[in-house]
Every structure is written in C-alpha cells, then in structure tokens.
C-alpha cells in the first residue's frame, strides 16, 4: 500500500480493524464448535443435570441428540 493509498482510506482503518476482529471471532467459534471435547462435556454436564432433576427428562433427551448430531457432523467432515 502506497502512501497515498494510506491516506486515503485511513478514514476506513476502524472499520477494516472491526471486521478482522469480526473474522478472528468467527473462527474461535468454528473451532470451539468442531472440539469434540466441548461436546462430552456438555454431555456430562446433562447427566449432572438428570441426576439433580434440574431438567426434565424431555429437555435432556433434545439436547443431547443435539450434541450427538454436532459429533456426528464433526466426524464426518473429519473423515472427508
């Protein structure tokens, strides 16, 4: 880049930072989502969950078909 060029869009300079920002915020959350670790341990965390009665049986049973299908997903892109 140019100094010209830098000067010129210096005025857009918080907007490029907010969006690297936005685009570094977004591959944690992919990361986090493929660590198959996060997922046992919300699966631990509901059978803590069933045993204090916290949640009913209905609600534990949805979310963890709702880890299980992430798990599975996460596996099959790993094995593509």
């Keep these: 880049m140019g ?12 907007v490029r930072g907010a969006v690297w920002v936005a685009e570094r915020l977004e591959e944690q959350a992919r990361a986090e989502m493929r660590d ?7 699966l631990i965390e509901l059978n803590e969950l069933r045993a204090t009665g ?10 963890e078909d709702e880890l299980i299908e992430q798990l599975v997903e996460i596996r099959r892109e790993e094995g593509t």
């Design 3 to 14: 100094l010209i060029t830098g000067l010129l869009t210096l005025p857009l300079a918080p």
């Design 36 to 42: 198959e670790s996060s997922i046992h341990t919300a």
């Design 54 to 63: 916290e949640l009913d049986e209905a609600e534990i049973a949805a979310a």
